[in-house]
T-cell receptor, first 113, second 115 residues
């Protein structure tokens, strides 16, 4: 069964600190992996997208890594800001089945002043 | 470019009623997907529309139906509402196949509450 698991479920950090969110997946065949940021009550916004051959991708203070061998990805946030408080969702795309996008349940990040 | 828009923003219905949610895709996009996101959960795929036809469908009952119009906008209809249908309903649009890039752009969602 295609699944995406994220950890931790929730996280509280102080403003200015760094943090790393984890994503493990069992989706096969693998097409690509995206990290989305979702503010409360809003739609997800894409942060990064990585294909099988890409190990790392950055978008400002966000850096995503991908290890296709171990089927793991991480999202590192540097120098956190209050506006980083949101849910971060890992989404893996496959090319088979009715649901091409398999969503994780997200990590809820709260950046505290 | 207005991006993906959805209406209404919030909606309150009672059990047994019917509801229609609307979505306008991002300019240049022809494919619309609908998702249901329960509180604290990731989005669950309902169905996808392309060329005014339902192309794919997730594990949702027939109470959930949809439509796509010639201008690529879409509606999601839910009949005989249940309490468990309370959720954030997300619409996502994407570019035509083969045009390069298949990122789905999400709308802000419609928060449906069933009492």
């Amino acid at each position: 069964k295609n699944q995406v698991e994220q950890s931790p479920q929730s996280l509280i950090i102080l403003e200015g600190k760094n943090c790393t969110l984890q994503c493990n997946y069992t989706v096969s065949p693998f097409s690509n992996l995206r990290w989305y940021k979702q503010d409360t009550g809003r739609g997800p916004v894409s942060l990064t997208i990585m294909t099988f051959s890409e190990n790392t991708k950055s978008n400002g203070r966000y850096t995503a890594t991908l290890d296709a061998d171990t089927k793991q990805s991480s999202l590192h946030i540097t120098a956190s800001q209050l506006s980083d408080s949101a849910s971060y969702i890992c989404v893996v795309k496959t090319n088979t089945g009715f649901q091409k996008l398999v969503f994780g349940t997200g990590t809820r990040l709260l950046v505290s002043p | 470019d207005a991006g993906v828009t959805q209406s209404p923003t919030h909606l309150i219905k009672t059990r047994g009623q019917q509801v229609t949610l609307r979505c306008s895709p991002k300019s240049g996009h022809d494919t619309v997907s609908w998702y249901q996101q329960a509180l604290g959960q990731g989005p669950q795929f309902i169905f996808q529309y392309y060329e005014e036809e339902e192309r794919q469908r997730g594990n949702f009952p027939d109470r959930f139906s949809g439509h796509q119009f010639p201008n690529y906008s879409s509606e999601l209809n839910v009949n005989a509402l249940l309490l468990g249908d309370s959720a954030l309903y997300l619409c996502a649009s994407s570019r035509p196949a083969g045009s390069g890039g298949d990122t789905q752009y999400f709308g802000p969602g419609t928060r449906l509450t069933v009492l």
